[in-house]
């Protein structure tokens, strides 16, 4: 799901990050707000499944009445249809105080669907709904949307993790786009959670991150290095009316120059909240990597292997194939995602900041070295249990705080 969501609004953040940046030879046209740079939020849109046979529950609207206290109800948000409700974490420099905010949000969640007699679960897909049932969430954008993509805005009754990380400028945020990029077959083969789809397994890892690509503004950012130069892509798209703000573009990664951060948005949805606020951690680590190292030169040909590494991330996750450039054609070469993603956690450890971060490289390093996935996890259960629905019954516990099991911990 990709509608506009937010982790917070202008007038929430604090003065250090609220303020304007104008890059070198930006026309005003979109202006970017600075962050403290590699400050991290998550947001999680989740599923709601009745008790009787798990399947999607439409319960949205009223979910949100029984959450208390009543503050929190600015950190919980509706989404396009109504068997979906979405996280909102504030703003962290440490992945463990992610972590203890996201145990506060999901107990008022779990307290309020008690009153309605339905269950939450995190997953990528919702294994056996299907897309004609789902009811559009009451919303004039909602239904806007419903009216423009058709049939679309209902298959978006998919479930997804989007990470924000801080940047001080629109140039700092276009970099750090390009450079995320490279990066996305780890997010998706790391967050994997969707193997099954409208009541079959699709064999791929992560079914929802095809769900995306449908829509005709997503894919990746443009190929421009300035900030100037995209305002100038931006208002012409704006001026023929094929966007009306930055909400309209689905990328994979986008800049969000409203609240000075950069949007990764390939990841499903973890089955726990520890695993998606891991991968805030690690979104975090690379960020500060790249944005040191600048290790890409963004050109032409930047993108040209990246639906082939996508593809390989969404069907095989871990055990894809990653197609690097060389020097010239004969350096170029594939290796396994799951050997990059150690190489790469090597790279980071210089810039580990706490013993918090530490524990995200040991983690992952864990996950990668055994082929671990959330994908995996639940076609396990469905192996032993038989049954779709009973496996959505054991997600859904696993999400809501049932002792995991040692994998996700």
Same mark, same amino acid.
């Given at each position: 799901?990709?509608?506009?969501?937010?982790?917070?609004?202008?007038?929430?953040?604090?003065?250090?990050?609220?303020?304007?940046?104008?890059?070198?030879?930006?026309?005003?046209?979109?202006?970017?707000?600075?962050?403290?740079?590699?400050?991290?939020?998550?947001?999680?849109?989740?599923?709601?499944?009745?008790?009787?046979?798990?399947?999607?529950?439409?319960?949205?609207?009223?979910?949100?009445?029984?959450?208390?206290?009543?503050?929190?109800?600015?950190?919980?948000?509706?989404?396009?249809?109504?068997?979906?409700?979405?996280?909102?974490?504030?703003?962290?420099?440490? /992945?463990?105080?992610?972590?203890?905010?996201?145990?506060?949000?999901?107990?008022?969640?779990?307290?309020?669907?008690?009153?309605?007699?339905?269950?939450?679960?995190?997953?990528?897909?919702?294994?056996?709904?299907?897309?004609?049932?789902?009811?559009?969430?009451?919303?004039?954008?909602?239904?806007?949307?419903?009216?423009?993509?058709?049939?679309?805005?209902?298959?978006?009754?998919?479930?997804?993790?989007?990470?924000?990380?801080?940047?001080?400028?629109?140039?700092?945020?276009?970099?750090?786009?390009?450079?995320?990029?490279?990066?996305?077959?780890?997010?998706?083969?790391?967050?994997?959670?969707?193997?099954?789809?409208?009541?079959?397994?699709?064999?791929?890892?992560?079914?929802?991150?095809?769900?995306?690509?449908?829509?005709?503004?997503?894919?990746?950012?443009?190929?421009?290095?300035?900030?100037?130069?995209?305002?100038?892509?931006?208002?012409?798209?704006?001026?023929?009316?094929?966007?009306?703000?930055?909400?309209?573009?689905?990328?994979?990664?986008?800049?969000?120059?409203?609240?000075?951060?950069?949007?990764?948005? /390939?990841?499903?949805?973890?089955?726990?909240?520890?695993?998606?606020?891991?991968?805030?951690?690690?979104?975090?680590?690379?960020?500060?990597?790249?944005?040191?190292?600048?290790?890409?030169?963004?050109?032409?040909?930047?993108?040209?292997?990246?639906?082939?590494?996508?593809?390989?991330?969404?069907?095989?996750?871990?055990?894809?194939?990653?197609?690097?450039?060389?020097?010239?054609?004969?350096?170029?070469?594939?290796?396994?995602?799951?050997?990059?993603?150690?190489?790469?956690?090597?790279?980071?450890?210089?810039?580990?900041?706490?013993?918090?971060?530490?524990?995200?490289?040991?983690?992952?390093?864990?996950?990668?070295?055994?082929?671990?996935?959330?994908?995996?996890?639940?076609?396990?259960?469905?192996?032993?249990?038989?049954?779709?629905?009973?496996?959505?019954?054991?997600?859904?516990?696993?999400?809501?705080?049932?002792?995991?099991?040692?994998?996700?911990?």
């Amino acid at each position: 799901m990709t509608t506009e969501t937010l982790i917070r609004n202008e007038h929430d953040a604090p003065a250090s990050q609220a303020h304007v940046a104008g890059p070198q030879g930006s026309a005003g046209i979109l202006p970017f707000g600075s962050s403290t740079p590699f400050t991290m939020g998550i947001e999680l849109e989740l599923q709601l499944v009745n008790r009787r046979n798990y399947n999607l529950a439409s319960d949205a609207v009223d979910l949100l009445n029984w959450i208390e206290p009543r503050d929190l109800k600015k950190q919980i948000k509706l989404e396009m249809t109504q068997g979906m409700i979405e996280l909102n974490s504030g703003i962290h420099t440490r /992945v463990d105080e992610l972590i203890e905010e996201l145990k506060g949000l999901r107990a008022a969640l779990n307290k309020g669907a008690q009153y309605l007699n339905i269950d939450v679960s995190g997953g990528g897909a919702h294994p056996f709904q299907h897309w004609n049932e789902q009811r559009i969430t009451p919303s004039e954008r909602f239904h806007y949307l419903h009216e423009k993509y058709g049939y679309l805005a209902k298959t978006f009754t998919v479930f997804g993790q989007h990470i924000h990380i801080g940047v001080e400028n629109g140039d700092d945020a276009l970099y750090l786009t390009h450079g995320f990029s490279r990066y996305v077959p780890h997010f998706i083969a790391l967050s994997a959670a969707s193997p099954f789809y409208q009541g079959a397994d699709t064999r791929f890892e992560s079914s929802r991150s095809n769900v995306v690509r449908a829509f005709p503004l997503s894919g990746t950012a443009p190929v421009h290095t300035t900030w100037a130069e995209f305002e100038t892509y931006y208002d012409e798209l704006h001026q023929m009316g094929i966007i009306a703000s930055m909400k309209d573009f689905y990328w994979d990664i986008r800049p969000k120059p409203e609240y000075g951060t950069v949007e990764i948005r /390939v990841c499903d949805t973890p089955l726990t909240i520890e695993h998606a606020a891991h991968l805030g951690a690690y979104a975090q680590l690379l960020a500060r990597w790249i944005l040191t190292e600048r290790p890409f030169v963004v050109g032409d040909d930047f993108y040209l292997l990246y639906q082939f590494n996508r593809f390989e991330a969404s069907r095989f996750g871990l055990n894809g194939q990653l197609a690097l450039h060389g020097a010239t054609p004969s350096q170029s070469r594939k290796l396994p995602i799951y050997e990059h993603l150690l190489q790469q956690l090597q790279l980071l450890e210089p810039y580990v900041a706490n013993e918090a971060e530490q524990q995200t490289i040991t983690r992952l390093r864990r996950i990668a070295h055994d082929r671990l996935s959330d994908a995996g996890w639940l076609r396990q259960m469905f192996a032993q249990r038989g049954s779709l629905n009973d496996m959505m019954r054991l997600s859904s516990e696993l999400w809501m705080g049932v002792e995991p099991p040692p994998y996700f911990q």
